[in-house]
């Protein structure tokens, strides 16, 4: 079992900048491939981005060259710097661990492909 709690996110003003810390317990998640997902009112659950255990990261279209997804592998937590925020990227944010094993080197965008689960942390951006 692995438990994941977020921290950091708060209220920013468009344009400003907040990062989010996803710190995982039970055991260590430095091999896998770990995503970060955010969730509007009224909006399904969509991927943020992801960071392979490699430290190799991909984002979602609307965030690329916004935000930056690192890792700390000794302190078994993993990142979410969050710039030139937009009122849009208001929602929960998640961190979750992908299920596909040690290693994966595949896609890390679906969803339903992740197991672990944080509870969520509040993001507003106001205009």
């Known amino acids: 079992q692995v438990q994941l709690v977020e921290s950091g996110g708060g209220l920013v003003q468009a344009g400003g900048s907040l990062s989010l810390s996803c710190a995982a317990s039970g055991r260590s998640v430095s091999s896998y491939a770990m995503g970060w997902f955010r969730q509007a009112p009224g909006k399904e659950r969509e991927f943020v981005g992801a960071?392979?255990?490699?430290?190799?990261?991909t984002y979602a279209d609307s965030v690329k060259g916004r935000f930056t997804i690192s890792r700390d592998n000794v302190k078994n937590t993993i990142y979410l710097q969050m710039n030139s925020l937009k009122p849009e990227d208001t929602a929960v944010y998640s961190c979750a661990v992908h299920r596909g094993g040690s290693h994966y080197s595949g896609t890390l965008y679906l969803t339903g492909e992740y197991d672990y689960w944080g509870q969520g942390n509040q993001v507003t951006v106001a205009s």
């Open positions: 960071i392979y255990w490699s430290g190799g990261s």
